[in-house]
């Protein structure tokens, strides 16, 4: 948590208990509890995202604690509700695994990969995180639970084969 720090926002919704959550400039939210205590930088996350798709959501910290619980969207100011939509189809889109550039040898392993929306860094947990398909493509689960694609692990470069299979 940091000081309550005046900086410029693009998109500002209350909740009816008073936490506030802040977009900034850079595209990422800030978390902003009723007593003034901001969390920067924080994630937003279904709890059951297929089978309840409406709520409940979580608030997440970057270190991962649970900032706020919202029971279902609906319950939620009109302005809250679009922005943690907006926040949730982005987070839910499923980013295409293009290459692996580097898997660190930290636990958990530091994944740095090409994806068909830019570069990027997530953590995985274990082999179990990793699914592969009938189809020859696979699943990556971050620690987050964002869940990434490979169509199809053959066509990977080989230095991607060989980092992939390093976490097997």
């Known amino acids: 948590m940091t000081p309550d720090v005046p900086q410029e926002s693009m998109a500002v919704a209350t909740s009816l208990s008073g936490w ?6 850079h595209g990422r939210l800030d978390f902003v509890a009723a007593d003034g205590g ?9 709890a059951f995202p297929v089978s309840a798709a409406s ?4 608030i997440v910290a970057a270190g991962g604690a649970e900032l706020a619980w919202i029971d279902a969207l609906g319950n939620e100011t009109a302005d809250l509700r679009r922005l943690l939509e907006r926040e949730l189809d ?14 660190s040898d930290s636990e958990p392993p530091e994944w740095t990969v090409r994806t ?23 699943f990556v689960i971050d620690t987050y639970g964002v ?9 990977l470069d080989g230095r991607s084969r060989r980092l992939l299979e390093k976490m097997l």
């Open 55 to 58: 709520g409940p959501v979580a």
């Open 90 to 103: 982005q987070r839910e889109f499923l980013p295409l695994i293009e290459g692996i550039d580097a898997v």
């Open 20 to 25: 506030r959550l802040e977009r900034r400039a």
């Open 147 to 155: 869940r990434y694609r490979i169509h199809n692990v053959d066509a």
């Open 116 to 138: 068909d929306r830019g570069p990027h860094r997530f953590k995985v947990d274990s082999a179990d995180d990793i699914s592969f398909q009938a189809d020859g493509g696979a």
């Open 38 to 46: 901001r969390h920067e930088n924080v994630d937003v996350l279904r």
